[in-house]
């Protein structure tokens, strides 16, 4: 009985303890909780988040010191994309001894009254940020792999290249990881590196520096298989051509075929033919002759750099350059003889300055579509045709119209090429599927029949709808071009009708700051040009009385009038006003009275516009 009692006033004891201290540490952390080595007991949410937040900051901002051979350097573990997050340490302290079941939260009470537990810091890391500053810092500090290799530079280099090292990331990760859950300032850190050893093989790359020696040994003769040219390689275009790359554990040493092509250029032009496609031929009577398709020949050029290897090795060091049968494509001689291309059928031309940029784009693009020829049913897209225009397909940069406003594209002037080739078109009664007016006249052009073109809209898309082929010809000079048509239309007679100019808008003003102008004096920059509409109509006549009419209005926006003023004179509310007041005009007895004139009646002759030209 007395056991029994004993029992239970401890028993007693202990949960009134447990209650006791569960009710003066409401909001507070239990007793028995230790961060860093520091005693968290007792303190409130704001004391304990105070604390943490110098312990987690201390952390992720004292340097850590990275060492690798005899070089360090020093790191806070933020650059490296670790953090400390404070939140889930103060949650963490606050629920335990709380959170679970009552008999456990008693357990924890029993268990903690006399030992101490120790928090486990929490620690994140941006994977991201992590391996962005590994690969840097591979980058800057150590040697990267560097493969052997062969190269010519007016002797043949062999470079034996080198071993590499990179970072062990998972290492390096789990060692600062580490080091921030001790919390050891200043803690040094050895930074784990992995060898990256040459794949090459010292026996590959020997064999490679052998066989490239053999070849650059001395010249290698060439000829042609009918002995009708001949050339001879030396050590110079050979060493030019040759190329080492790695494959797996090899080195393999090759022949740049687009390098050797360079040295070969006059021999390949001497016994290579291009091939012809079957084509027409118009005389200056305009008479119409199909010329047959020739077959070329082209050298084998895979075959032509083993033979190169090949003779390397043998004493006459002679190649017999063998060509290949390359066969034309298009139009068979007899398809082309049954399209029925018989005559003119419509033709139209339009002038342009000479010389300027745009010509050279205009020019390029005729000569690409001269000679096209158009099935029966076949749909033509000048944009599909043409592709991208580049540099690299032989277009300069030239005004062309951008939402209104010129700028400089590559292709520019193209548009005079389409708005030809449309009219023509226009002309020969053919049908017309995408067509679209520039937004400003220009007085080269006929008036509301004219095309403009960019890529990839809009386009000009036209459709062969005859039984008939349809030739296209183009011929220009430098102030010129003339799209011309030929084959068989049916029949059809074209009657095109423009109405006369409504729904007219004046130009706008604008003005433009210039404060090199006297407060008085103002440049007229550009005439301007209104704005209108005009109805366009096309009348085709079909054999058999037939008749088919196409009508679309075209509006043409105004082009402002630009007139340069100081910036005084710019009125309020428009663009360039800045409140500048211009000075009052001294008075004189002489002076003439003032002029009521606006600023845009100059008696001076206005300079062109860009739009115009």
Not at 257 to 272: A, M, P, Q, T, V
Not at 469 to 496: A, P
Request: one cysteine or more; charged letters at 25%; proline letters at 7%.
């Amino acid at each position: 009985m007395l056991l029994g009692a004993a029992a239970l006033g401890l028993t007693t004891g202990l949960l009134a303890a447990y209650g006791l201290s569960r009710a003066r540490s409401v909001g507070q952390v239990l007793p028995g909780l230790r961060l860093g080595g520091r005693d968290l007991a007792g303190l409130g949410d704001a004391e304990l988040t105070a604390r943490l937040d110098r312990d987690t900051t201390r952390r992720q901002t004292t340097s850590l010191v990275l060492r690798w051979g005899d070089r360090s350097r020093a790191v806070v573990p933020a650059e490296l994309g670790f953090t400390v997050p404070v939140e889930p340490l103060r949650a963490r302290a606050l629920a335990i001894g709380r959170d679970g079941h009552p008999l456990g939260n008693l357990g924890h009470f029993l268990a903690h009254t006399t030992s101490i537990v120790e928090l486990p810091f929490v620690v994140r890391l941006d994977g991201a940020r992590f391996d962005e500053f590994v690969s840097r810092l591979e980058t800057e500090a150590l040697p990267s792999r560097i493969e052997p290799s062969l190269r010519w530079e007016k002797e043949l280099i062999v470079d034996a290249g080198r071993d590499g090292s990179r970072i062990d990331r998972r290492a390096l990760g789990s060692a600062v990881r580490q080091a921030l859950e001790r919390g050891a300032p200043g803690a040094s850190i050895e930074l784990p590196l992995v060898s990256e050893p040459r794949a090459v093989t010292s026996e590959s790359l020997a064999e490679a520096q052998r066989k490239a020696e053999g070849l650059l040994r001395a010249p290698i003769r060439l000829r042609a298989e009918d002995g009708s040219a001949h050339t001879e390689l030396g050590k110079r275009q050979l060493g030019s051509a040759l190329l080492s790359r790695v494959e797996g554990s090899t080195l393999r040493v090759e022949l740049n075929d687009e390098s050797l092509g360079l040295s070969l250029k006059r021999f390949r032009r001497s016994i290579e033919r291009p091939a012809r496609a079957t084509s027409f031929d118009v005389d200056a009577r305009g008479r119409i002759t199909v010329r047959p398709p020739q077959t070329g020949l082209r050298v084998d050029e895979p075959a032509l750099l083993a033979e190169l290897w090949a003779a390397a090795a043998r004493p006459d060091r002679e190649v017999v350059v063998r060509l290949r049968v390359e066969e034309p494509g298009g139009l068979t001689e007899a398809e082309a003889s049954q399209l029925g291309v018989e005559r003119l059928v419509a033709q139209f031309v339009t002038r342009h300055p000479c010389c300027e940029p745009r010509v050279r784009n205009i020019h390029a693009v005729a000569e690409k579509i001269d000679g096209l020829v158009l099935r029966p049913g076949e749909t033509f897209s000048l944009n599909q045709f043409l592709g991208p225009r580049s540099s690299d397909e032989g277009y300069v940069e030239a005004p062309t119209i951008v939402r209104g406003k010129m700028k400089a594209t590559a292709g520019g002037g193209i548009s005079q090429f389409a708005t030809t080739l449309f009219n023509a078109v226009f002309d020969g009664g053919y049908e017309i599927i995408q067509r679209q007016p520039h937004s400003i006249w220009f007085t080269r052009y006929p008036e509301g029949l004219e095309a403009t073109v960019s890529y990839p809209s809009p386009d000009l898309v036209f459709k062969n709808d005859t039984a008939h082929g349809l030739l296209i010809k183009t011929r220009f000079d430098d102030t010129s071009i003339r799209v011309l048509l030929y084959g068989d239309n049916e029949g059809r007679r074209v009657e095109r009708h423009v109405s006369r100019r409504r729904a007219l808008v004046e130009p706008p003003l604008e003005y433009l700051a210039d404060p090199k102008l006297a407060p008085d004096a103002n440049q007229l920059l550009t005439r301007g040009q209104s704005g209108w509409t005009v109805m366009t109509q096309r009348v085709v006549h079909y054999p058999g009385g037939a008749v088919s009419e196409q009508g679309r209005e075209v509006t043409y926006q105004p082009k402002p009038m630009i007139i340069a003023v100081h910036p005084c004179r710019i009125p309020a509310g428009m663009k360039g006003w800045t409140g500048e007041r211009c000075p009052e005009p001294e008075p004189s007895e002489e002076s003439e009275p003032d002029s009521d004139a606006a600023p845009g009646e100059s008696d001076g002759e206005p300079s062109e516009s860009d739009l115009d030209r």
